[in-house]
T-cell receptor, first 110, second 111 residues
Framework: GQSLEQPSEVTAVEGAIVQINCTYQ??????LSWYQQHDGGAPTFLSYNALDGLEETGRFSSFLSRSDSYGYLLLQELQMKDSASYFC???????????FGAGTRLFVKA | DAGVTQSPTHLIKTRGQQVTLRCSPK?????VSWYQQALGQGPQFIFQYYEEEERQRGNFPDRFSGHQFPNYSSELNVNALLLGDSALYLCASSLVTEEAFFGQGTRLTVV
């Protein structure tokens, strides 16, 4: 079957760095995306990796290793507003279908 | 520039009824995907529409059907509603593979 595994919950303090891991098992894998969703809100796009390596976008970075079927999202200089759910999502070739993980709930403490 | 808009925002239906949800994609986007999100879970892919055709479908029964219009807007129809269909239904539009823009969703409650 097709699935993505990510931790259900992570807690970190303001100003710290946190890494959210994601392992995937999908057919026709093309790329890995990350989305943020606040309670009651819509998912918003954060980052995308189609090639191995690190992609940096401000305080957020994402990494992909295709040979390990593994990726992670790195959040630096955590802020209280970063408290949200984070989803990894695998898209197939052509981007016709995207499978989401169950999400990681991040709690940022003062 | 309006983002993805969905209507209605909330809906209550009775078991066995039919429902139609609507989505207008972000300006310039030609691809629309629909997702079902249960509370505390990730979005589950229902199907994707491109050029008025269903391009790919997830593991949902035939009770779930859709349509895309020439202006790229889309509808999701669910027949013979079950209690388990209660969820947040999200529409996402995209122009390129890697980034999808989501609407605020329609909260469907089946009683």
């Amino acid at each position: 079957g097709q699935s993505l595994e990510q931790p259900s919950e992570v807690t970190a303090v303001e100003g710290a760095i946190v890494q959210i891991n994601c392992t995937y098992q999908t057919s026709g894998f093309y790329g890995l995306s990350w989305y943020q969703q606040h309670d009651g809100g819509a998912p918003t796009f954060l980052s995308y990796n189609a090639l191995d390596g690190l992609e940096e976008t401000g305080r957020f970075s994402s990494f992909l290793s295709r040979s390990d079927s593994y990726g992670y999202l790195l959040l630096q200089e955590l802020q209280m507003k970063d408290s949200a759910s984070y989803f990894c999502a695998a898209s197939n070739t052509g981007g016709f279908k995207t499978i989401f993980g169950a999400g990681t709930r991040l709690f940022v403490k003062a | 520039d309006a983002g993805v808009t969905q209507s209605p925002t909330h809906l209550i239906k009775t078991r066995g009824q039919q429902v139609t949800l609507r989505c207008s994609p972000k300006s310039g986007h030609d691809t629309v995907s629909w997702y079902q999100q249960a509370l505390g879970q990730g979005p589950q892919f229902i199907f994707q529409y491109y050029e008025e055709e269903e391009r790919q479908r997830g593991n949902f029964p035939d009770r779930f059907s859709g349509h895309q219009f020439p202006n790229y807007s889309s509808e999701l129809n669910v027949n013979a509603l079950l209690l388990g269909d209660s969820a947040l239904y999200l529409c996402a539009s995209s122009l390129v593979t890697e980034e999808a823009f989501f609407g605020q969703g329609t909260r469907l409650t089946v009683v």
